[in-house]
């Protein structure tokens, strides 16, 4: 079982950065795969970034090359970092943990964790 907890949304004008973080509970958060998606008003959750089980990261084609994702497991941490955000980008972020044995990172079926999202806007 696996805790998740986000932290770090707000209001940024559009240009901006901000930094989500996702802190796990429990000692085998190593194990699992991390992930970020986001739910826009009235759209789907959609997948943002993840890890993939060699290690590597995959994202979205709307935020490769602005947006982060990295983890501590010293601190049972997963982190998004968000640069040069857009209006577009306004939506509830959530982390997810994936565990072993899943193949499709971008998909949020493939994820058995979640935390309760973190709210980011950005203004124009």
């Known amino acids: 079982q696996v805790e998740l907890v986000e932290s770090g949304g707000g209001l940024v004008q559009a240009g901006g950065s901000l930094r989500l973080s996702c802190a796990a509970s429990g000692r085998t958060f190593s194990r699992y795969a991390m992930g970020w998606f986001r739910r826009a008003p009235g759209k789907d959750r959609d997948f943002v970034a993840a890890f993939t089980w060699s290690g590597g990261t995959i994202y979205a084609d709307s935020v490769k090359g602005r947006f982060t994702i990295s983890r501590n497991n010293a601190e049972n941490t997963v982190y998004l970092q968000m640069n040069s955000l857009k209006p577009e980008d306004t939506a509830v972020y959530y982390c997810?943990?994936?565990?072993?044995?899943?193949?499709?990172?971008?998909?949020?079926?493939?994820?058995?964790?979640w935390g309760q999202g973190t709210q980011v806007t950005v203004s124009s």
């Open positions: 997810a943990a994936r565990s072993p044995g899943t193949n499709t990172p971008t998909r949020p079926g493939d994820y058995d964790f």
